[in-house]
C-alpha cells in the first residue's frame, strides 16, 4: 500500500508506492529523500536529468511473464561509451525489478539473494564462470559507472557522483546478471533476468511524442568543426560520427559537437564498395549503411587490412557487413554467452574449431556509430569457425563481446543493395567460406555406395540363385610312395557349357605337395589336365612367429559339354614325408568374392578424387590459421 509524506523542503507530497523503497526524489523541488521510518531526510538537490529522447517515463506499465508492472523510478548513469538509465519496476506483487535501457538494449532483471560467496569486484576478470542460481554465467562487461541524476522511488541511497562499480554476465541461454558493488565492493548485490524485446512488454502510459524505438527519427544537422562540411545524424544513439569529407572522429554526444581525433589515413586512399546511405534488403532484412570502419591485425610485421560496414536494422538493432579480399560477412552481436572448451566452442549444438586470435586496430572511421569510437582502439579477437558460419570474441579493457557471422557470396551483396558495378571477386580461402567440393564429395560418395551396393545384392542373389553349388566333396589322402591316381566320385553335367571350380584344402605342415589333376568326360573320353604345387611353412625366429605359403588351391575349368565326368587327382611328395589329407570340392562356379573387390576398386578413385580436392581446400583454409594442416609437401617445403 502507498504512503505518502510531505517533502521537509517544499512541502510538496512524496509518495512511496513500495515498500522496498528507501529514496524518493521530490518532483518540485529534486529535493533527494531518505525515508527514516516515518520521516523524511533531506540529502540535497539531485542533478537534473539528461535529455535522452526515451519513451519511457515513470508510470509507464507494461507485462512482464505474465506479471504486471509499473515504472517507479530512474537512474540515469554515464560511463565513457554514453549514457544509460537503469528504471525502477513495481510489480503487482510487490516485488521489484529494474529495466536496464542501453544503446538499444532492453535488459529486465530482479534481485536475487544467494547464500554463494559473490567475488570481489577487483579480483573479476573478462570470460570468468560464476554458478548463479543453478546457470553458469560468464563476465562479458566490467566498469565504474558514475550516477548522473535519479527521479522517483530507489531501493538505496544515491546521489549525482555516485560511484557504480557493476559487472554483466550472460550465460548460452540468453539469461542476463549483475553484480552491482555501489553499496559493498567485496559483497555485490545480484540481479538476475534477461534481454526483452521493448514491444514485447505490452506498453502503456509511454511519454507523448516520443517514437518507440525505430530506425529513422528527425535528422540532426551540424558543420564538420574540423573541415566544416556539412554533415547529419538520423538516429537517436549515435554517439561519434566520422567526417566523409576529411575522416576527422566527432563526439555527438553534446549539443556541441566536438573533435575526438584526425583521422590517420587519407580518405582517398580507403575505397568504399558500399556508399553510405545505401538501402537494401539482405537475407529478408531491410538495411540501410551507416557507417564504414577500416581495421587492421599485423602479423609478421606485415598489415592485414579489412573493412566494416555498420547496417541498421528494421528492428533498431545493428548489424555488420566484414570484407576481405572480397569475401563477405553478415554479423551480429550475441545477447548471450559463449562457453569455450579446450579452444574450442559449441554453440547451438554446432562445434566451433579455434581458426585464429589476433589484436585488432581502428585505422578510418566514416558515418555513424552508437558507441564512442576511437582511432587505435584496440580490441583482442578470437576466431572459432564452423563453415559458413563463424564466431568472433572481441575482449577489451573491460568489456568482452561476442559475434556470429555468416559468409555471402558477393553475388548476394551486388542484388541486395542493387549495385551497378559487380564487387571484386574473392582471393584465397576466408576462414569460414563454405567448401565448394564438399558437397560434390558428399555426393560423390552417395553415388559410390549406393553402386556398390547394387553390386553387392546382386552378387547375393547370384549366389543363392545362380547355378553355383557342390557337386563333389570327399576327402582324400595322398602318400610319399603312391603310383595311382585318386578319383573323385562321379558326376553328370547337363549344361551345354558348363564351368567347374575344384577347390583343394590340405594338411600341409612345413611340407609341400605337387598335385596333378584330370578332368575326364567318360562318355567322349575327352580330358581336361591342370597342375598346382601347394607349399606351406611356419615357425618362430627370434620369439616373432612367421609363416610363408598356403594350404589350398583353386582350379576352374570352362567350356564343358554335358556328360558324365570323373576327377583324378595325382600326388607328389618328397620321400619320407608323412601322408598328407585333402578334401577335395566340385562346384558348379557362381559369383566370385574378387568380382565385389574389382568393383569396390573401380569405383573408389572417384571418391578419392573428391575427397584430396577436399581436403587440399582445407590445407589452403587452415594455412592462414593458428592451426594450419601439416602435409608431406609443407614438410619437404620446410
Known amino acids: 500500500m502507498a504512503k505518502t509524506a510531505r517533502c521537509p523542503s517544499c512541502g510538496a507530497p512524496v509518495e512511496f508506492k513500495s515498500v522496498a523503497s528507501v529514496l524518493a526524489v521530490c518532483d ?119 550516477c548522473v541524476a535519479g527521479e522517483g522511488e530507489l531501493p538505496f541511497k544515491v546521489g549525482a557522483g555516485y560511484p557504480a562499480p557493476v559487472a554483466d554476465l550472460r550465460d548460452e541461454q540468453g539469461g542476463f546478471a549483475t553484480f552491482d558493488y555501489s553499496d559493498d565492493p567485496a559483497k555485490p548485490l545480484v540481479f538476475v533476468g534477461a534481454s526483452v524485446d521493448f514491444k514485447s512488454l505490452g506498453w502503456a502510459n509511454l511519454r507523448e511524442g516520443v517514437p518507440l524505438p525505430q530506425i529513422t527519427v528527425k535528422t540532426k544537422a551540424f558543420n564538420c568543426p574540423s573541415c566544416g562540411a556539412p554533415l547529419k545524424i538520423t538516429h537517436d544513439s549515435i554517439e561519434s ?62 598489415q592485414y587490412p579489412w573493412n566494416e560496414y555498420v547496417l541498421l536494422g528494421e528492428d533498431g538493432r545493428l548489424r555488420w557487413l566484414t570484407e576481405y579480399l572480397g569475401h563477405w560477412n553478415l554479423a551480429r552481436v550475441l545477447p548471450r554467452a559463449v562457453m569455450t572448451v579446450v579452444g574450442n566452442v559449441r554453440y547451438e549444438s554446432r562445434d566451433f574449431k579455434h581458426f585464429q586470435s589476433y589484436t585488432a586496430f581502428v585505422d578510418f572511421v566514416v558515418g555513424e556509430f552508437p558507441w564512442r569510437v576511437k582511432l587505435d582502439e584496440r ?191 595325382d600326388g607328389e611328395l618328397d620321400p619320407g614325408s608323412p601322408p598328407v589329407l585333402a578334401q577335395l570340392k566340385v562346384s558348379h562356379t557362381g559369383p566370385r568374392w574378387s568380382s565385389l573387390i574389382l568393383l569396390f576398386l573401380a569405383l573408389a578413385p572417384f571418391p578419392i578424387f573428391t575427397r584430396i580436392r577436399r581436403g587440399s581446400f582445407e590445407v589452403s583454409r587452415w594455412a592462414e590459421s593458428d592451426h594450419p594442416i601439416v602435409t608431406s609437401d609443407s614438410d619437404d617445403d620446410e
Not at 569457425?385 to 568489456?399: Q, W
Not at 600341409?508 to 584330370?518: H, K, M, Q, S, Y
Not at 601347394?534 to 618362430?540: A, D
Not at 583353386?554 to 558324365?564: A, D, K, Q, S, T
Request: glycine share 10%; charged share 25%; aromatic share 10%.
Open 379 to 569: 580490441a583482442q579477437v578470437d576466431d572459432y569457425v564452423a563453415p559458413p558460419s563463424m564466431l568472433s570474441r572481441e575482449t577489451t579493457d573491460n568489456e568482452e563481446t561476442w559475434t556470429l557471422a555468416e559468409y555471402l557470396e558477393a553475388a548476394e551483396i551486388e542484388a541486395a543493395f542493387q549495385l551497378k558495378a559487380p564487387l571484386p571477386k574473392p582471393i584465397g580461402v576466408y576462414a569460414n567460406q563454405p567448401n565448394p567440393h564438399d558437397e560434390w564429395h558428399k555426393r560423390t560418395c552417395g553415388y559410390f555406395w549406393r553402386l556398390f551396393l547394387v553390386g553387392f545384392v546382386i552378387h547375393l542373389v547370384l549366389l543363392v540363385f545362380g547355378p553355383g553349388g557342390k557337386i563333389v566333396d570327399q576327402p582324400l589322402s595322398f602318400s610319399a610312395n603312391d603310383d595311382e591316381p585318386r578319383l573323385s566320385q562321379e558326376f553328370k553335367l547337363t549344361a551345354a557349357r558348363s564351368s567347374l571350380e575344384i577347390e583343394q584344402d590340405t594338411s600341409l605342415e612345413n611340407n609341400w605337395i605337387g598335385l596333378g589333376l584330370t578332368l575326364v568326360n567318360q562318355d567322349t573320353g575327352e580330358a581336361w589336365q591342370a597342375a598346382r604345387e601347394l607349399g606351406y611353412y611356419h615357425g618362430v625366429d627370434g620369439g616373432e612367429s612367421w609363416s610363408e605359403g598356403s594350404r589350398s588351391a583353386e582350379i576352374v575349368f570352362r567350356e564343358l559339354p554335358p556328360g558324365n565326368y570323373v576327377l583324378a587327382v
Open 28 to 146: 518540485f523541488c529534486q529535493s533527494t529523500l531518505v525515508r527514516q521510518g516515518e520521516e523524511l531526510e533531506n540529502l540535497g538537490k539531485m542533478a537534473e536529468l539528461i535529455e535522452d529522447r526515451s519513451p519511457l517515463q515513470r508510470g509507464a506499465e507494461g507485462r512482464w511473464n505474465g506479471l504486471h508492472f509499473g515504472l517507479i523510478g530512474r537512474l540515469q548513469l554515464k560511463y565513457e561509451q554514453g549514457l544509460w538509465n537503469e528504471w525502477h519496476l513495481l510489480f503487482d506483487d510487490g516485488k521489484s525489478g529494474w529495466l536496464s535501457e542501453a544503446g538499444g538494449e532492453y535488459v529486465l532483471s530482479q534481485p536475487l539473494w544467494t547464500a554463494d560467496a559473490m567475488p570481489p569486484f577487483d579480483t573479476l576478470k573478462l570470460g570468468q564462470r560464476h554458478l548463479i542460481d543453478g546457470r553458469m554465467f560468464a563476465v562479458t562487461n566490467i566498469l565504474t559507472a558514475e
Open 241 to 302: 560520427v566520422g567526417c566523409t569529407s576529411c575522416g576527422a572522429l566527432l563526439d555527438t554526444r553534446s549539443e556541441m559537437v566536438s573533435l575526438t581525433a584526425a583521422a590517420t589515413l587519407r580518405r582517398d586512399k580507403v575505397k568504399r564498395l558500399l556508399e553510405l546511405g545505401s538501402t537494401g534488403t539482405l537475407r529478408g532484412e531491410a538495411l540501410e549503411v551507416i557507417g564504414f570502419m577500416r581495421r587492421h591485425m599485423a602479423a609478421d610485421g606485415v
